[in-house]
């Protein structure tokens, strides 16, 4: 039968994506130059061409979506019912049902459009009739707009399905909830499968490989099943019963004696006896986990009674294969998946029950018969009645007595376990070094600097003044600590010197809260608007006094702020070094005059002024040595111009390249 890899399903892009793929395909692949001095015949080819082109895209693309997604009749019956468990086999046709009808319609557009497009007049009406058929093609596909975004879903989830090949050999486990399928699986296959102590941790179907006698097995993990009636059963559940009835497996049903999943033996033998249809002429193992907390012999009458009716009921599928009673030993087993006891001999139990009733079916079918007649068995006969055992060199014997008694090599694993794990074992580098005396392996390296050795350097006794030294620390720290903790208690002082020292806090005090306002107001605090300062108290004198008590001349301050309450002038004010120049000149010069007109601009520093601290002797050597900064960097200016490095693209749209169409040949150029 046909297999699918879902993996390779094309995207299904949205409806307006769709219409945005095709319709600018069609502008970049057809003709857009046209005119209405172009004989008629040429319009009709040039807008048929557009209408042809437009639903060939739409048909191309609509058949892949269409032959990408499987056809649930045409694959394996496993495939088929997990789909329609998933996603609803209807409601999956209904939606391929409509790209398909969708692909009809757009067909038949085209068709009656290019039809009516050969009757077409004039440019106007070839123009109108193409711009009608587009959107009607477009309309069509937002139309099925639900459709596509439906099977996007679809498609994103089949590709994250496990890729499970419903021919080859197979091994199923089952059972209720947390009864350890996860755990086995985790230690006889590769694979990863979540585990935890509550129930349905597995949601899907999970599948892990592993091998037995050079045979690749392919181990599916089912989740958990329920006992109650089908139509109950949700879509988790549902997955493994559609695992169990059509794929082809030995199955492994597992059963949690010790009862810690929260299911006594009697539900998990009523799950069994409900599901025991679907093990029909499969290979049945039960399988009773968990016996380090629960030994099978340790079972009540009742509870080991119940177990054998599940053991006779599995051994009715052994006779089924043969025709006859066989050994039941392969049929009832235990282990302990936590302790990892007897996981290997249930593996190699199911893969040996598999692998025999495989041999079974194909030695039963026709087709043995064409095979079988292409094999030979030779067998020799013997020439005479000697014996010849099979002889092994002496050398062979020695070299493996040798190797029995070595015994096995420890591994950096085996060290790390018996140190104590991970975290606390840490691998010498140093022990597989090749020198002449294993003694020398674990000494120190030597530190080399400049030359010399270090170790050559160090005091024999720097052991003992480090911890002189420490110890003169701690003193000196626990003595500074002391110190800091000291607070002057007044019962020590005279009387003269508690009133200096109540004298100095206070002014200590005095300082902080000044400290203080001066912070939260420094430079911000505006004027104070007479209505706020209805007493007066906030005057020139008052800041005259204030100043002359700090040593500093209050007369310009005093004036400054005369001036300001006069008013703004209507002109600009002269400048304080002007002002004995301006009294003189009569009429103001040209540069007095610009100054005047721009009022609202405050006065800059001239270039040349020299302010303190920028090391020039005078304006004319500032002025040199500016000049001198402009000439030298001119050159590296011109240098600094645009090149090919820079991130910068000179011409955003060549001419060369953006002129005209490309043709059927190169696509390098236009």
């Known amino acids: 039968m046909v297999q699918y890899n879902f993996k390779k399903i094309t995207v299904v892009p ?18 857009t130059v046209v005119h209405k001095g172009y004989a008629i015949s040429r319009l009709h080819q040039f807008y048929m061409r557009k209408v042809k082109y437009t639903e060939t895209n739409f048909h191309d693309k609509l058949s892949t979506i269409i032959d990408d997604f499987p056809r649930l009749d045409d694959i394996h019956p496993f495939y088929g019912d997990l789909l329609h468990v998933l996603y609803n086999k209807d409601h999956y046709k209904l939606a391929l049902g409509q790209i398909n009808t969708a692909r009809n ?4 557009i085209a068709k009656d459009y290019v039809r009516l497009l050969k009757y077409g007049d004039s440019l106007y009406r070839c123009k109108a009739l193409k711009v009608a058929a587009l959107g009607r093609m477009c309309t069509v596909i937002k139309r099925v707009c639900p459709s596509l975004a439906y099977l996007e879903q679809i498609r994103q989830h089949m590709a994250r399905l496990p890729s499970i090949d419903p021919n080859t050999r197979t091994i199923l486990i089952c059972g209720y909830p947390n009864v350890g399928k996860s755990s086995f699986i985790n230690k006889i296959t590769k694979a990863d499968v979540d585990v935890q102590p509550y129930a349905f941790t597995t949601k899907s179907l999970f599948v892990g490989h592993t091998d037995y006698k050079y045979l690749r097995y392919q181990v599916i993990d089912t989740p958990g099943i329920l006992d109650r009636p089908f139509e109950d059963r949700n879509i ?3 997955c493994s019963i559609t695992a169990l009835a059509h794929l082809r497996a030995a199955v492994l049903f597992f059963l949690d004696i010790s009862g810690s999943c929260g299911y006594s033996i009697a539900q998990q033998a009523a799950l069994f006896h409900s599901i025991k249809s679907l093990f029909m002429n499969k290979p049945l193992i039960i399988v009773c986990n968990k016996t380090d907390l629960q030994p099978l012999e340790g079972l009540s009458e009742d509870d ?7 053991k006779s009921e599995a051994m009715k599928t052994v006779v089924g294969q043969d025709g006859e009673a066989t050994n039941d030993d392969g049929v009832l087993l235990t282990m302990s998946a936590l302790m990892e006891d ?25 087709k043995i018969n064409d095979c079988l007649n292409r094999f030979h068995v030779a067998i020799p006969k013997p020439r005479d009645q000697k014996e010849r055992p099979p002889c092994i060199p002496q050398e062979v014997l020695e070299a493996k007595a040798k190797a029995a008694e070595k015994g096995k090599r420890k591994l950096e694993r085996d060290l790390e376990n018996e140190i104590g794990g991970a975290g606390v074992y840490s691998a010498s580098l140093k022990k597989h070094y090749i020198l002449a ?10 530190e080399i600097f400049e030359g010399h050795n270090v170790y050559d350097f160090m005091d024999p006794d720097g052991d003992f003044l480090l911890e002189a030294l420490e110890r003169e620390e701690e003193i000196r720290l626990e003595q500074k600590g002391k110190d800091d903790d000291f607070e002057m208690d007044c019962k020590e002082l005279s009387l003269e010197e508690q009133e200096a020292l109540a004298e100095i806090r206070k002014k200590k005090k005095m300082l902080i809260q000044e400290h203080r306002i001066k912070k939260s107001t420094a430079e911000s605090r505006p004027i104070v608007p007479r209505k706020f300062d209805k007493e007066r108290k906030f005057t020139s004198h008052r800041m005259g ?4 008590a ?4 209050p007369s310009s301050s005093i004036n400054r702020a005369r001036s300001v309450t006069r008013g703004r002038k209507r002109g600009r004010s002269v400048a304080r070094g002007d002002e004995a120049t301006a009294m003189d000149v009569d009429q103001p010069s040209k540069k007095q005059r610009m100054r005047s007109l721009s009022r609202a601009r405050s006065l800059s520093r001239p270039p040349g002024e020299v302010v303190p601290g920028e090391g020039f002797k005078d304006s004319k050597q500032k002025i040199a040595a500016l000049n001198i900064a402009r000439k030298s960097t001119k050159q590296r200016n011109k240098n600094a111009c645009r090149g090919e490095s820079d991130r910068v693209i000179p011409t955003l749209k060549p001419k060369h390249l953006f002129s005209g169409k490309r043709g059927k040949g190169k696509t390098d150029r236009r």
């Open 236 to 238: 988790i559940e549902m």
């Open 14 to 31: 949205t409806g307006k994506d769709f219409i945005d793929i095709i319709l600018s395909r069609t502008q970049r692949q057809t003709p």
């Open 304 to 310: 080991m009674k119940l177990v054998m009716e599940m």
């Open 342 to 366: 007897g996981v290997t001999a249930v593996k190699n139990a199911a893969c040996e029950r598999l692998l025999n009733q495989r041999v079974e079916v194909k030695m039963k079918s026709k």
């Open 545 to 548: 006094r204030e100043l002359s």
């Open 550 to 553: 700090l040593g500093l001349d």
């Open 437 to 446: 005396n294993d003694e020398w392996k674990e000494d120190i390296m030597p």
């Open 105 to 108: 319609l757009i067909g038949k």
